[in-house]
């Protein structure tokens, strides 16, 4: 129960840890705390509390028995024992940080695992696995030493600790000795009887001393589970409003947000969009775009100013209330375990089985759909198993499609789509988008050509804001970034750099250039290879011809070859070009 309880009371805390920590930690060493430190965790209470339980028995009993056979001797016992506490204690005290260490290195190990299994097509694609298995065995080979460290160190409280009681047993016959030759009523019995009874309240610190080694680690293991437990959670949504069904008013009010502090990313940012309103956002890579959807589902919160929804401050309303009223598709898609009907229906569960299928068809998802091994009810692997990263998207899209929240947040929702099925679904999406607020991330310009309000960010903030036709007639920062993916050089860059320009024209005038000469030497080389190849062929037939004029007559040489008038005239005219070109 203690394990079950432990597990439960982590896995719950990562549900209310604020996203900025998971960024920060790898995923496979919080779930090392999670699975490996509660078990070890667990093993060390058990074979420590049973020893504790019945060793505490053994002491008080044999102290007992001890007092009523002599109590000067059994103050002692009582008095001497403890130094073996002491020295345990000594050395546990040092073995701790070998066992933090231990497990540590365990959990990056899982990490690095994790994360080597998560890419390994990407692995393989650059032939990176010599490389991971040099990682693998450093690490490995940490872990060991380690281990072997923390395991030896500890296992020498067992004997250190029995060498001490062994002290005690000695003591404790010499002073019985002693009592025995002064003629005191101490009998030879009666020192045998206690010897025994002496080496029984000893027995429970040894047998405790030689479990340290699971005691120590399960302590170290502790406290990184509790570290993750006593970490700081995301604010409470205690006493926070419920935002009923919303019409789709946002705003946000001189924005502030940075995910380091000495690190500025927004700044003073402000925009009020109106219900209904179809939003787009471009602009670099960095620039802040998917921060800003963050912030819009408040999955950080912001170092300044405020973002509200139907006037109300986000940090006042609760977090589920917010984000089921906005319907979310990331580039990067997310597949949980499950049927293809269980990954639909995760944002909706109690939808029925027609309008699933009419979410899947309007999505473009029903066909692939089908085609599976067993259409709806094929059970899906981690991140949906063999399914391409469109036919995932598209999944993702359907979700959407059956929840129809009345805010949408579509973040590259189409990037790994083909553009057949992209025209299809931005139909499918325009009719979505009518009448909600929607907010569209795209790197792909003309995807957003039809959006009411264009936001142009850059390093944090809105430098422009208009409707397409509007800002590609200022011939701005968009005008420049539209016009990037159509050619290789920035337009509006060009018209505002006359000297680029020049220098563009002169490089293309001698790349004409070049091309000509190449052009021209080729048919020359051309030329007179088959001008010297016709003069060879021509010079043959003569030389063949002329034995054959002489031993048959010049007339009836000519009527049986009508050829060789035509091919003189030709050799008297490549006799004359050449004499004119000397």
């Known amino acids: 129960n203690v394990l079950r309880d432990i597990r439960a009371d982590a896995f719950a805390k990562i549900s209310v840890l604020p996203l900025k920590y998971l960024d920060s930690h790898s995923h496979g060493e919080t779930v090392s705390r999670i699975i490996a430190d509660a078990d070890q965790f667990a093993d060390g209470l058990l074979m420590g509390f049973t020893q504790f339980f019945s060793g505490i028995l053994t002491i008080f009993g044999t102290l007992a028995f001890m007092l009523a056979t002599n109590w000067k001797i059994a103050l002692v016992v009582v008095f001497v024992t403890p130094l073996s506490l002491f020295v345990a204690k000594y050395i546990s005290s040092h073995t701790y940080t070998f066992f933090k260490k231990q497990s540590e290195t365990r959990g990056e190990q899982t990490a690095f695992t994790e994360e080597a299994i998560a890419g390994l097509k990407t692995v393989q694609a650059f032939s990176h696995e010599a490389e991971n298995m040099e990682k693998f065995d450093e ?16 296992s020498l409280t067992n004997p250190t600790t029995r060498f001490i009681n062994n002290l005690v047993y000695a003591l404790v016959a010499l002073i019985g000795a002693l009592n025995i030759a002064a003629g005191g009523a101490f009998t030879v019995g009666k020192l045998t009887t206690f010897l025994s009874y002496a080496n029984q309240y000893t027995k429970p610190f040894n047998e405790i001393s030689g479990v340290v080694t699971e005691l120590q680690n399960a302590i170290a293991c502790a406290s990184r589970i509790f570290e993750l437990l006593d970490e700081e959670e995301q604010p409470s949504d205690a006493g926070n409003k419920e935002l009923k069904r919303a019409e789709g008013n946002v705003s946000l009010e001189n924005v502030c947000f940075s995910y380091r502090p000495r690190q500025k990313l927004i700044e003073n940012l402000s925009l009020s969009v109106q219900p209904g309103r179809r939003v787009a956002i471009v602009g670099p890579t960095g620039c802040g ?9 408040r999955f950080y919160d912001v170092t300044g100013g405020s973002v509200k ?48 299928v009419a979410a899947a068809k309007a999505s473009h998802a029903d066909g692939f759909i089908r085609r599976l091994s067993d259409g709806y009810d094929t059970v899906l692997s981690e991140d949906g198993g063999s399914l391409s990263q469109g036919q995932k998207q598209l999944l993702c899209i359907a979700r959407i499609m059956l929840c129809l929240p009345p805010m949408l947040i579509l973040d590259e929702a189409t990037s790994s789509i083909d553009t057949r ?44 804001q208009g409707t397409h036709a509007q800002l590609l007639a200022k011939k701005g920062f968009y005008y420049d970034l539209y016009n990037s993916q159509f050619s290789g050089w920035t337009a509006g860059a060009e018209s505002r750099h006359p000297k680029r320009k020049c220098m563009d024209e002169k490089r293309k005038r001698k790349k004409r250039g070049s091309v000509y000469r190449n052009a021209v030497q080729l048919v020359a080389v051309g030329g007179v290879t088959g001008i010297f190849a016709g003069a060879a062929v021509t010079l043959y037939t003569l030389l063949a011809s002329a034995g054959e004029i002489f031993s048959r007559g ?11 008038l035509p091919l003189l005239f030709i050799v008297l005219a490549l006799g004359a070009f050449f004499l004119s070109v000397m």
């Open 421 to 464: 099925t992209e025209m299809k679904i931005s139909d499918a999406f325009d009719t979505l988008m009518k009448g909600r607020t929607s907010f569209v991330v795209a790197h792909r310009l003309s995807t957003v050509r039809t959006a009411d309000t264009i936001l142009v960010m850059n390093a944090g903030r809105i430098v422009e």
């Open 139 to 154: 690490i490995n080979k940490r872990l060991e030493k380690t281990s072997l460290d923390a395991t030896f160190y500890s």
């Open 554 to 564: 010049v007339y009836d040489f000519i009527r049986n070859n009508p050829v060789f």
């Open 289 to 297: 775009k998917t921060t800003l959807i963050n912030l819009l589902m």
């Open 309 to 356: 929804v139907e006037g109300e401050d986000v940090r006042e309303i609760t977090r589920w209330s917010l984000r089921s009223n906005y319907g979310m598709v990331l580039q990067e898609t997310w597949l949980k375990s499950g049927t293809v009907r269980d990954n639909i229906r995760m944002g909706r569960p109690d939808a029925g089985d027609e309008e699933l």
